[in-house]
């Protein structure tokens, strides 16, 4: 159990409408109001260090006493998800060692679905490692990834369920086997049996995480153009199939001048925020400040 508990932000939306830039912003923000703050990166290509002018790597880089920076590097996780996957299946099946594990390793390094998993394996990290921020806000790669990140606890949940049945009618017949040999019931739990629960109850904690609304939020950024619409209201069927909602909306790059309320019509039910166009990029402390006081999000001093 986790003594303390952050609250956990994702920000998703598009490519190039303003998931990094709104996620600086609103962290930078959070920050000055008196949370301690970690702004972490999950997109493969990162540029939270451009933003910040800040050379950034895999762990926290602190900016000030309640920001903290990082960019998560993939491959590191991927390293980290493939070694534990050889060190379990070399315990478990010794006799592997015969068929080369590792050069089968090195083909599954490129296989789909390791990306994913390798994120939801440094999200648990993140989580369960830096309890002395208030608030962990990630952001997101590109739609394609984030919907995969989003749905992995449960289909994993799903698969890991059927095998555990499978595992269970194994086990009985074994038993029945061992009856007939010997008299008696194998008592010996079964350590793959238990090796599936644990995985089982991983993924159910994750999913519990981000589940709770009361913890977890999910940010949708938007543009007020046609595709960005578009790709928002798949993100929202997406995540319902993971039985993830989203909990605001940012309208970035927001133009007064251009209609509004026909697309804030069909976000009705959301909460939402507008983060007006800036005449350049918003990128350096000082200014991501100075857009947060102009834009009234903080007050001035
Ligand atoms: N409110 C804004 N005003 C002016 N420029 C902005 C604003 N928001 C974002 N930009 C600019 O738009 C571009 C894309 O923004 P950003 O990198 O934050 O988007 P993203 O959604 O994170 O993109 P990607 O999908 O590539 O990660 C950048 O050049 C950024 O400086
Ligand atoms: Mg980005």
Redesign the pocket.
Known sequence: MQEKRQKIMFFL?K????????SSLYAVERSLKGEKVLLASM?P?H?LGDIFKMQLKGKPTKLNDNLSLCEINLDYWVDSYLADMQKQMTKSYAYLTALSLDKHFEIIRYSPGIEEYALLRSFSYFINNYMDFDRIIF?MP?TGLTLKFFSLPKISQIWLEKLVDLRNEIIKKKEIVTKIKFGKVEIERDKLLNKLNSQLNEYSEVREILEDAERTELIL?MNQDKLSLAESKLIIEKLKISKLKISMIFI??FNADIPVKELEAQFSNYKIRH????KE??TGIERLKEYLTENKFIQSK
């Open positions: 939306g490519g190039g409408v303003g998931k990094s830039t709104t997109d290509a540029n952001d590109p950024v970035n790059k983060y007006p166009l800036y990029s918003i």
